[in-house]
């Protein structure tokens, strides 16, 4: 089983480049998206026109906000069950998770708060934080988890290029949020597949449309697969595709053994 994960930055904007295709050459048997900015029925529009998504599955969280967030899964296979968000109001309306449930594992597809500019919304990062630990603690409880997406944070000093002038001053690299992610892969228990198998190697998942920094490689690894530690040995590869454009973020592509 081939599961992609690609904050795509706007799902109208990026149909409009070479998505189409690059969704021809990944082939996934799961796609999940990120940042879709759209409506459920602007969504459907663009995937009906998607040959390599003909005939997926797929379930759209769209924010109440229009042209905001949104996340979604597309699956070759049909959910056993499935869900949109959290369950807790003051933190689903800005569609940022669907839980598509498989017959041996749980996949959730999950676009983390940004904690924004000055940090205005830090707050509601860290509720979120806590709600979200919990929420795949239960799910861990039942069988294993997948669960990827942009985390909007960089957990080590390896996951951003320039990590003495961001931390503490940038959303993504601040205590909290560095500490929530560890909260996060310890109690649930979760580990982070990428920097498993490549614990000294530099990888970014996404840049910065400013400054050139995406040709020069000034970039962060926000973008993740937490895999339930038991599922690890499934993993045939799991590789970030940055030569992939459309996006400010790259697609994640991981390969499991059936």
Known sequence: MRIITWNVNGIRAIAQKSFAADLDLLAPDVLCLQETKAQTDQFAEVVEKIPALEGYHWLHDAAEKKGYSGTAILSRTPALSSCLGLGVPKLDGEGRMVTWEFENFYL?????????????????????DVAFRSYLRDLASRKPVICCGDL???????????PAANYNKTPGYTQIEIDGMGSLLESVPLADGWRVRNPDRVGYSWWSFRGGAREQNVGWRLDYFLISPEWLPRIESLEIRAEIGGSDHCPVVLDLQS
């Open 108 to 128: 959730v597809s999950v676009y983390t708060p940004n904690s924004s500019a000055e940090l205005k919304r830090l707050p509601f990062r860290q509720a979120w």
């Open 152 to 162: 909007n944070v960089a957990h080590q000093p390896i996951d951003l290029a320039r």
